[in-house]
Every structure is written in C-alpha cells, then in structure tokens.
C-alpha cells in the first residue's frame, strides 16, 4: 500500500535488505544474551559495595518538597493566546477578569511581549 500523504514515504528506497556478517552477528547474539543473564550468572555482584551519600539522598527525596505543597493545583489544559498586542491584552484581562500576572512578562528585542503567564480566578 501506498500512501502519499505519508511523509516518511520519501524514506523509501528500492534497496533490498541483505544479511548481516554471520560473525558480526554471532559476536552480537553472544553479547546481548550474557548482558541479559548477567544477574543470574553473578547475583552477588554488588555484595560489599558501599554507596556514600545513598541514605542522605533517599531521605531528601522522601521528604516533602514546601514549594510543591504550598502551590495550589494547575489545571491539566492550560490556554495559550497570542494576540497583536499583549500589553494591552494582559491589561483588559487584569482589569476585565481580576487576572494577576505570574512572574514576570517576557519582553523581547523589539519591545513586544514574547511571553506572560496570567493567573485567574
């Protein structure tokens, strides 16, 4: 089947696959199958390996982050808008909707805003 409006199309080309070295491949075969059973042929590999720093770094990470608990909850969509002019824009939202701005607008080279985050609600 063909399908043109498939843009990986152009990929395609008339070569024929052809079969690796048989050495190359024998040598690959052996590689993947020991790297697979490496836990069972050494399971006690790791006996008397000492990590330095594990228990400091298991307990800040089970520990509660204050900025993530403290942040009230985003939604899953967040809208993106992008108008002709944004100062004007964020100014009727904040006027209009009570919306605050969230950090700070991103003004660009020739003075437009690039970026702004607004909050509502």
Known sequence: MNNSHDPLTVLHGDELP???DPAFAARLRARLESAANLFEAQPNRTQGVVMSGTDTAIAELNEPAASVASAPPRSAALPYLAVANAREANAWYIETFGAALVGDM???????IGHAELQIG
């Open 18 to 20: 052809v079969q690796p």
């Open 106 to 112: 991103y003004e660009m080279d020739d003075g437009r």
